[in-house]
């Protein structure tokens, strides 16, 4: 395992609260730029070449810029890699919203408004990511030796290279005024013993403006994950969920769902009449899996191995397993077999994204074996989630040990901007097959 690159260089680079905070107030002042739009607009409306609707439709779509932005701040804890891409979806899906606002208004608009509008925030917000918020190295200073160490067992290989994570070692109890680095962070062992003198030092960082982080605190930031070997008593109470988010997300579970089922159900039955003409057997079959508040429940699928007696040992699905059919080796791949699970996403015990539900057998052993495990049963359990997007399908215990520290990450920081990147890059896998047995 290669061990983080330990550095010292000349304080060159912006304060990370500077810059965090200069990204702030460049995404603030990005209403100037849609003020513009609407003063351009006007001067088109004089000089005849657009209708009073086109200004008016500029002028509104200032909320959808300000929905935007608002997500992207949800998103703010998201590992630096993850940030263009997110940046991308949560624009367009706000602007993308617009029409349906105006729809549900029942108000007309103009298309080619929403456009610019669009493309002035899009153009705004991409400049603030690049001047500001590119850099994807962590460089974080220590003080306890042990740390660099700490660090490289809490992550994965892939997690920890140069380009990743830099540490750069911190002479205690030098002020901050005189280090001659700059980073983005200090890391500290929360398992020191108490000594005045380091809270003395510790307190003169925090009114330098210098951020302060556990191991922990770091390891997530760069992996997108839950470290769960370290959870404690104390990391309990952070996994709490939040009413409107829940209620917001039960209804849109709905509305999509049932908007959609002229699609999905005849495609279901299609894909169904392919499974039963390649093998024989039903079509679907089911099996008992863990819901949230860690109810049992049915779960739908469309049959993709051969019909066999049933078993009461379950197991895990292998890569090229031999069980699984010609026709259900590509309805995997494509996630068709999961689409009988919109039933269950009707009927309150799925949503559309979630943490992927585990056979309650499963669910027992594994939570016996890690004791973190139940905490993923704080949500509805998803057709995908970002577990699946991240690190794809799970076939023993260790891999399943990986994907629960992504599944609690999510239950942590669930939110609607956190749903919308989960979304996009489920298109992304369906369309690559990412993770698929």
């Known amino acids: 395992m290669t061990p983080p690159v330990v550095t010292s260089r000349p304080c060159a680079e912006p304060d990370p609260a500077r810059r965090d905070g200069a990204l702030l107030w460049w995404s603030l002042l990005g209403l100037l730029p849609q003020a513009l739009g609407y003063a ?3 001067k088109m409306q004089h000089a005849g070449w657009v209708t009073p609707l086109f200004p008016a ?11 935007a932005t608002r997500w992207l701040h949800q998103g703010a804890h998201l590992p630096p890699r993850e940030q263009g891409g997110f940046l991308l979806v949560v624009i367009t899906v706000a602007f993308l919203l617009t029409p349906l606002g105006f729809a549900l208004l029942q108000a007309p608009y103009s298309r080619g408004a929403v456009l610019m509008a669009y493309m ?3 153009a705004w917000l991409l400049c603030g990511h690049a001047l500001w918020g590119t850099r994807r190295t962590l460089h974080l200073a220590y003080v306890d030796a042990d740390l660099p160490y700490v660090l490289r ?31 983005d962070g200090v890391v500290l062992d929360r398992l020191a013993d108490p000594d005045p003198q380091r809270q003395q030092w510790i307190s003169e960082l925090k009114l330098q403006r210098i951020p302060l982080y556990s191991a922990e605190a770091a390891a997530e930031m760069l992996s997108g994950r839950k470290i769960t070997g370290t959870l404690g008593e104390q990391d309990l109470w952070q996994l709490t969920n939040y009413p409107a988010y829940d209620i917001a997300k039960r209804m849109l579970d709905l509305g999509l769902t049932l908007i959609t089922m002229p699609l999905w159900v005849p495609l279901c039955m299609a894909t169904g009449l392919a499974v039963k003409f390649d093998s ?9 899996r863990m819901g949230r508040h860690g109810r049992s429940f049915r779960i739908w699928k469309l049959r993709s191995m051969r019909h066999e007696p049933a078993s009461h040992t379950v197991q895990f699905a292998k890569q090229q397993d031999d069980r699984i059919t010609s026709v259900g080796r590509f309805i995997r791949r494509t996630r068709l077999d999961e689409l009988p699970q919109l039933w ?13 539900p585990e056979q309650a057998e499963f ?14 049963h704080l949500v509805r359990p998803g057709l995908t989630g970002w577990a699946q997007v991240q690190h ?3 076939d023993s215990a260790e891999q399943t040990a990986i994907k629960l520290s992504y599944d609690l990450y999510y239950v942590t920081h669930c939110s609607m901007a956190l749903d919308l990147l989960i979304a996009y890059k489920t298109v992304r896998t369906v369309l690559t097959g990412f993770g698929a047995r």
């Open 57 to 67: 439709t500029v002028l509104w779509c200032a909320v959808s810029y300000l929905l």
């Open 120 to 122: 002035l925030a899009l």
């Open 153 to 183: 067992q809490m992550l994965r290989p892939q997690e920890q290279g140069d380009d990743r994570l830099r540490l750069t070692s911190w002479v205690a109890g030098l002020p901050a005024r005189k280090q001659r680095v700059a980073v």
């Open 392 to 394: 794809g399908y799970t």
């Open 344 to 356: 269950n996403v009707l009927r309150g015990e799925m949503s559309l994204i979630g943490p992927r």
């Open 40 to 42: 351009i607009a006007h």
């Open 280 to 288: 024989p057997g039903p079509m679907l079959y089911s099996q008992q």
């Open 363 to 376: 669910a027992h052993h594994f939570a016996a074996a890690m004791p973190a495990y139940p905490y993923r």
